[in-house]
């Protein structure tokens, strides 16, 4: 059953031997956990390698600011602490997916011709199955961090993820806009170029009519669109109550823009793909609508405020993405079935991961079902408030 928690009312990849900064400082640091680890991890034996594979560039690195990268060298850093994994150092290779498929791909593969036990990666859906499908293929575990489309584990048994799915949040927020936005109508706007749009968009639509809800304008649009007009008159004709838009942060905050410029009054609703960077583009029209989002300070987990705490030590940084919990999880859910399966076997990784259950993440506890994915994970909702997105209530 689902609860509510409210605090409010209603070019070839490249790996990072010689980094720039930011990333230079983290790897400086985790080397000199390293050299320091003289009674932990012996220096003799060979490092385990994990591979973390992200957008340093192009799309998909808008507004994370490598927090996906630092949260993963983060965990390696607290593993190579308390004595690495089987008495061995753990060396995180980064390498950039450039925010497409094909560059993703082609990231999988060096990391597996490096001979990596495993990677984690993301962060779009698209890409992070394009970079299953080689871990599959190759037989090295995959623990995705923040990809929530269905297909990413359907890939195979070499792939797990530790993000809630998006049958998971398009089900919550198709409840939250009937029953916690009391909407009885809604709009649905869709970017026909992406997997995630289209698979929250027929998931949100599914609930929300079996709901008794009514949807009454479904209008479609592609990336990197810049006027969205026609649809939007479209929108404002059938009047919803709300406007679900499952789309990513740039288009959407552009969206909602000439929404308010157009005089279209109705609250939109997001999921997981927006973030506190939308106001940018929206050029301070946020005010009252809603998203979904996998973690927040001030949501009740309490083991992310001290992931938090360590991060924000090492970084300093003021606006702390989820990306970095998340990456954060899948690292240490990964060194927990190393430690499991009490080898380096990829095979028998990949099937302690699968078993994985009761690990207190700082993204809230991870317990895979038989597809690997976790199984009720929270959700927070994030409410924009002139501006500023606010923590609203979280699911379970």
């Known amino acids: ?58 799309e998909a690195s808008v507004g994370t600011a490598q927090q996906d990268f630092r949260g993963a060298a983060l965990a390696v850093a607290a593993l190579n602490a308390s004595g690495g994994l089987l008495g061995r150092p753990v060396e995180l290779l980064s390498l950039d997916n450039a925010s497409t498929p094909l560059m993703a791909r082609q990231a999988a593969k060096q990391a597996v011709a490096a001979g990596v036990l495993g990677v984690v990666g993301g962060p779009w859906s698209g890409m992070t199955k394009a970079m299953a499908e080689v871990c599959q293929e190759s037989g090295t575990p ?11 584990t359907r890939v195979g048994g070499c792939i797990s993820r530790v993000c809630y799915t998006d049958d998971q949040q398009g089900d919550l927020l198709a409840r939250f806009a009937f029953s916690g936005l009391s909407a009885k109508t809604a709009a649905v706007m869709i970017d026909m170029g992406s997997d995630y749009s289209q698979g929250l968009a027929a998931i949100f639509s599914r609930v929300f009519t079996a709901q008794g809800g009514r949807i009454v304008s479904e209008q479609s649009f592609k990336s990197r669109d810049t006027d969205f007009a026609p649809q939007l008159a ?15 942060a740039v288009e959407s905050g552009l969206i909602i823009r000439q929404a308010v410029a157009m005089g279209l009054t109705a609250t939109f609703l997001g999921g997981d793909g927006w973030g506190p960077t939308m106001a940018e583009g929206a050029k301070g029209t946020l005010h009252g609508h809603y998203y979904a989002t996998h973690w927040h300070p001030d949501s009740p987990i309490p083991a992310g ?92």
């Open 142 to 152: 995959l623990v995705a961090t923040i990809a929530t489309h269905p297909d990413v």
């Open 1 to 58: 059953m689902t609860t509510l928690t409210k605090k409010n009312a209603p070019a070839a990849p490249r790996a990072r031997t010689t980094p720039r900064a930011p990333a230079l400082a983290i790897l400086i640091a985790t080397a000199a956990i390293l050299a320091a680890l003289a009674g932990h991890a012996r220096a003799a034996d060979p490092a385990v390698r994990i591979a973390a594979i992200f957008a340093e560039t192009g």
């Open 305 to 396: 405020q001290g992931v938090a705490k360590a991060y924000l030590k090492a970084h300093g940084a003021a606006l702390l993405q989820p990306d970095a919990i998340l990456a954060y999880d899948a690292v240490m859910v990964l060194a927990e079935a190393v430690r499991r399966a009490a080898g380096l076997d990829r095979q028998a990784v990949a099937a302690a991961l699968a078993k994985t259950a009761g690990h207190q993440g700082g993204t809230g506890t991870i317990t895979l079902d038989a597809n690997r994915n976790p199984e009720g994970k929270e959700v927070c909702i994030m409410r924009f408030d002139n501006g500023r997105s606010v923590f609203h209530a979280s699911f379970r």
């Open 234 to 248: 479209a929108v404002a004709a059938a009047a919803p109550d709300v406007v679900f838009l499952p789309s990513y």
